[in-house]
């Protein structure tokens, strides 16, 4: 067997160790329901950025509180979307710098109700997911009606039983999840001005200070190529 057969082989064997051995993360997503389009588009994303980062994104969906137990006792590598700050409660995690997305907070309802910033929902009965700080921290202060829960579903059951006055979540998962078939005659409803626009960002266990780089760079190369508005959006953007 000459030498370059022996390299040809040797570098194949190393191929093989290294799918064998490969890493993956497993990072949770909160507020998506598994069938809904947001976890989908999420699954694309996670699988598009595994790919370009070389290691295997495993989305785990999970309730905010439970979440952050198992971040705290290392049981998941990682949260796939939290607000800025997030990590000043979790001494333990590293933020991917470049924004995973910006979502509009908005205000949902099934009646008809002005609303204009935090402060205009006072007197309203909001319920929320838990584990969304921000929302706790921008309400705690003046309203003493908020009811935080572990699933959008159950959110949405209070809404529609009129146990709650306002919903908070973002379009991106309450437009799909609106248009099932248990939901799509419930009257409920986005209010505007949305409440606030926010950056989310991944945050990853500090042993993974390589993967953030890494996947920091990826969605930034996602964005300018156009790959991120296509799975995100349905459409191709140059330059996006």
Request: charge should be positive; glycine fraction near 6%.
């Amino acid at each position: 067997m000459n030498k370059k057969v022996l390299l040809a082989v040797f570098a194949c064997l190393l191929n093989i160790a290294a799918e064998v051995g490969a890493e993956s993360l497993r990072i949770a997503i909160l507020g998506a329901p598994k069938e809904s389009v947001g976890f989908r588009t999420a699954k694309l994303m996670a699988h598009e950025l595994g790919q370009r980062m070389g290691v295997e994104l495993i989305l785990v969906p999970l309730p905010g509180k439970r979440s952050t137990e198992y971040l705290k006792a290392k049981k998941i590598d990682g949260d796939w979307s939290r607000v800025d700050g997030f990590g000043k409660d979790m001494p333990g995690l590293i933020k991917v710098i470049e924004p995973m997305s910006t979502h509009p907070f908005l205000a949902y309802a099934t009646k008809d109700i002005k609303i204009n910033g935090w402060k205009s929902l006072q007197p309203f009965r909001v319920v929320h997911l838990r584990g969304w700080k921000l929302v706790a921290r921008e309400l705690s202060p003046f309203n003493k009606k908020m009811y935080p829960v572990d699933d959008v579903d159950i959110a949405l059951s209070l809404l529609m039983a009129n146990r709650a006055d306002v919903l908070i979540h973002v379009p991106y998962v309450m437009r799909s999840l609106l248009k099932r078939d248990k939901y799509k005659n419930s009257n409920v409803k986005a209010l505007q001005p949305p409440l606030a626009y926010l950056n989310v960002h991944a945050y990853l266990l500090k042993k993974h200070t390589k993967w953030a780089v890494k996947m920091s760079a990826a969605i930034k190369s996602m964005k300018k190529d156009g790959t991120y508005n296509r799975l995100v959006f349905g459409k191709q953007v140059k330059g996006g």
